[in-house]
T-cell receptor
Framework: KNQVEQSPQSLIILEGKNCTLQCNYTVSPFSNLRWYKQDTGRGPVSLTIMTFSENTKSNGRYTATLDADTKQSSLHITASQLSDSASYICVVAGGSQGNLIFGKGTKLSVKP | DAGITQSPRHKVTETGTPVTLRCHQTENHRYMYWYRQDPGHGLRLIHY???????DKGEVSDGYSVSRSKTEDFLLTLESATSSQTSVYFC?????????????FGQGTRLTVV
């Protein structure tokens, strides 16, 4: 079964600290992996998209990594800000129909 | 929000009544999607459209129908709303299929069926 698992479910960090969110997937065939940020009450917004040949991609203070061999990805947030408080969703495009398979998200709270 | 407008943003309706949610885009993207988001689940695809009058079912299509008579509008209809359809509904658009193209999401419609 095609699945995307994220950990932790929730995370609280202090402003200015770094954090890393994890994503494991079992999706075949695999097309690409995406990280989205979803603020409360809003739709998801894309942070990065990586194909199997890319193992790192950055977007400002956000850096995503992909290990296609172990089917794992991580999202590293550097020097967190209060505005980083949101849910971060790992999404894999793939499967027989090429649809998006969504993880349940990690809820990040950044405290002052 | 990439030129996507969902309406209404909030709706409360009674069990058994029909409900239509609208998604309007100004990007001229070919593909449009309806998802639902529930606690404890990732977003799940309800229906999608790959062109005017061309639609197909997603993972959780039972109880929902869609129509796309113009490129810019994609309607989601609950023929007879049930409490299990209480959810937040997101419309998404992409230039091409999800496999290759980035998806852009609307702000969501919160639907409560009482």
């Amino acid at each position: 079964k095609n699945q995307v698992e994220q950990s932790p479910q929730s995370l609280i960090i202090l402003e200015g600290k770094n954090c890393t969110l994890q994503c494991n997937y079992t999706v075949s065939p695999f097309s690409n992996l995406r990280w989205y940020k979803q603020d409360t009450g809003r739709g998801p917004v894309s942070l990065t998209i990586m194909t199997f040949s890319e193992n790192t991609k950055s977007n400002g203070r956000y850096t995503a990594t992909l290990d296609a061999d172990t089917k794992q990805s991580s999202l590293h947030i550097t020097a967190s800000q209060l505005s980083d408080s949101a849910s971060y969703i790992c999404v894999v495009a793939g499967g027989s129909q090429g649809n998006l398979i969504f993880g349940k998200g990690t809820k990040l709270s950044v405290k002052p | 929000d990439a030129g996507i407008t969902q309406s209404p943003r909030h709706k409360v309706t009674e069990t058994g009544t029909p409900v239509t949610l609208r998604c309007h885009q100004t990007e001229n993207h070919r593909y449009m999607y309806w998802y639902r988001q529930d606690p404890g689940h990732g977003l799940r695809l309800i229906h999608y459209s790959y062109g005017v009058k061309d639609t197909d079912k997603g993972e959780v299509s039972d109880g929902y129908s869609v129509s796309r008579s113009k490129t810019e509008d994609f309607l989601l209809t609950l023929e007879s709303a049930t409490s299990s359809q209480t959810s937040v509904y997101f419309c998404a658009i992409s230039e091409g299929g999800h496999r290759e193209y980035e998806a852009f999401f609307g702000q969501g419609t919160r639907l409560t069926v009482v």
